[in-house]
Nanobody, 122 residues
Framework: QVQLVESGGGLVQAGGSLRLSCAASGRTFSMGWFRQAPGKEREFVAVISGSGGRTYSADSVKGRFTISRDNAKNTVYLQMNSLKPEDTAVYYC??????????????????WGQGTQVTVSS
């Protein structure tokens, strides 16, 4: 089984940056970031393949957010730059322990972190 430990959330001003981290305790394939704002559905943000060779990001964050992973540390990161108030949400790390790789649907993920709050002020 996989346990996920998230960190890096906080309060920042618009235009600022944060880096989220998610450490996994076991072997994973693809890992992804999702977010959920109050009263809204959970939405896809970015995903990375098990090898780190493939990534895919939502249109709303392309050019601003970058997903990466360090397999030696079994950790995935989300570098968030040029943050906007509409990025405010609880951000969740998720992991898949079996294929297929690079899946965007949250229903396909086996394990989830507890979520970390990101708040971007105007």
């Amino acid at each position: 089984q996989v346990q996920l430990v998230e960190s890096g959330g906080g309060l920042v001003q618009a235009g600022g940056s944060l880096r989220l981290s998610c450490a996994a305790s076991g072997r994973t394939f693809s890992m992804g970031w999702f977010r959920q704002a109050p009263g809204k559905e959970r939405e896809f943000v970015a995903v990375i393949s098990g090898s780190g060779g493939r990534t895919y990001s939502a249109d709303s964050v392309k050019g601003r957010f970058t997903i990466s992973r360090d397999n030696a540390k079994n950790t995935v990161y989300l570098q968030m730059n040029s943050l906007k108030p509409e990025d405010t949400a609880v951000y969740y790390c998720a992991a898949k322990t079996h294929g297929p790789d690079v899946v965007l649907s949250p229903a396909a993920y086996d394990y989830w972190g507890q979520g970390t709050q990101v708040t971007v002020s105007s």
